[in-house]
């Protein structure tokens, strides 16, 4: 059994030797087309019923922009073009081909890793991060369409040395075992928080219904959001 110390940081920090988001990665797997959220697309046969209990999930996928990013100039690509991103309160312009997703650039162009690549299909969550306040898909988000927005990362709301209340919550509570899911479900209880600052267990399973650990962490997740909860009434915003 591993030490306590040698459990994943729920800061989003890598360790290496962790194949098998890797091996998700090399599926390749088809880009879907963007669902509003995430769980509820595969129970097939419940559409009345998913439609309730999908609009009360935190994390979502971004909408598209009412007027196409290339705007009156025509359309872009599919060569680099330049992309201004507003990360973790840096303004950041990359080259980019217009059909690189929020997450590619996150984790190849800009080294913040801690949102990670797992299905790469607005299913797991474990890519989540904040657009505008609000948690959403990094891996179905188009680069391009998150301009002109304030987008957070793991990195943005804490540190190794300095955990964010919820990462912290995380830790006491044994929310994480591999940790590949934890950065997301950091970001996506967050993101909960700051709308819902007195989160029942039934609530959270509603709304947590987006992010998926495949280590089954979610007694400990549920215990983390409520003592977070606790620890932040009197301060307000977790993040
Ligand atoms: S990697 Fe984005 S939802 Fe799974
Ligand atoms: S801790 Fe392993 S997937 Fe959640």
């Given at each position: 059994?591993?030490?306590?110390?040698?459990?994943?940081?729920?800061?989003?920090?890598?360790?290496?030797?962790?194949?098998?988001?890797?091996?998700?990665?090399?599926?390749?797997?088809?880009?879907?087309?963007?669902?509003?959220?995430?769980k509820g697309?595969?129970?097939?046969?419940?559409?009345?019923?998913?439609?309730?209990?999908?609009?009360?999930?935190?994390?979502?996928?971004?909408?598209?922009?009412?007027?196409?990013?290339?705007?009156?100039?025509?359309?872009?690509?599919?060569?680099?073009?330049?992309?201004?991103?507003?990360?973790n309160g840096?303004?950041?312009?990359?080259?980019?081909?217009?059909?690189?997703?929020?997450?590619?650039?996150?984790?190849?162009?800009?080294?913040?890793?801690?949102?990670?690549?797992?299905?790469?299909?607005?299913?797991?969550?474990?890519?989540?991060?904040?657009?505008?306040?609000?948690?959403?898909?990094?891996?179905?988000?188009?680069?391009?369409?998150?301009?002109?927005?304030?987008?957070?990362?793991?990195?943005?709301?804490?540190?190794a040395e300095?955990?964010?209340?919820?990462?912290?919550?995380?830790?006491?509570?044994?929310?994480?075992?591999?940790?590949?899911?934890?950065?997301?479900?950091?970001?996506?209880?967050?993101?909960?928080?700051?709308?819902?600052?007195?989160?029942?267990?039934?609530?959270?399973?509603?709304?947590?219904?987006?992010?998926?650990?495949?280590?089954?962490?979610?007694?400990?997740?549920?215990?983390?959001?409520?003592?977070?909860?606790?620890?932040?009434?009197?301060?307000?915003?977790?993040?």
């Amino acid at each position: 059994m591993s030490s306590h110390d040698d459990k994943p940081r729920p800061n989003g920090e890598e360790k290496p030797n962790r194949s098998h988001a890797k091996d998700a990665q090399d599926k390749n797997l088809p880009d879907l087309s963007r669902r509003r959220f995430i769980k509820g697309a595969g129970i097939a046969g419940m559409a009345a019923s998913a439609g309730a209990l999908l609009a009360d999930r935190v994390v979502e996928a971004l909408p598209r922009p009412q007027t196409g990013a290339a705007g009156a100039a025509g359309v872009l690509g599919p060569g680099e073009v330049p992309v201004t991103l507003r990360i973790n309160g840096k303004t950041q312009t990359l080259n980019l081909e217009p059909r690189v997703m929020l997450l590619d650039a996150l984790r190849n162009h800009l080294d913040l890793t801690g949102a990670k690549k797992v299905c790469d299909r607005a299913t797991c969550g474990a890519c989540t991060v904040h657009i505008d306040g609000r948690a959403v898909y990094s891996c179905t988000t188009l680069a391009i369409d998150a301009q002109g927005r304030e987008i957070t990362t793991i990195e943005g709301i804490g540190s190794a040395e300095h955990l964010s209340p919820m990462s912290q919550a995380f830790w006491n509570n044994d929310a994480q075992q591999c940790g590949f899911c934890t950065p997301g479900f950091v970001m996506a209880c967050t993101a909960y928080l700051n709308h819902e600052p007195h989160p029942t267990r039934e609530g959270l399973e509603k709304s947590l219904g987006g992010n998926i650990c495949r280590c089954g962490t979610y007694m400990g997740i549920k215990d983390a959001v409520l003592e977070a909860a606790n620890a932040t009434k009197s301060k307000g915003a977790v993040a």
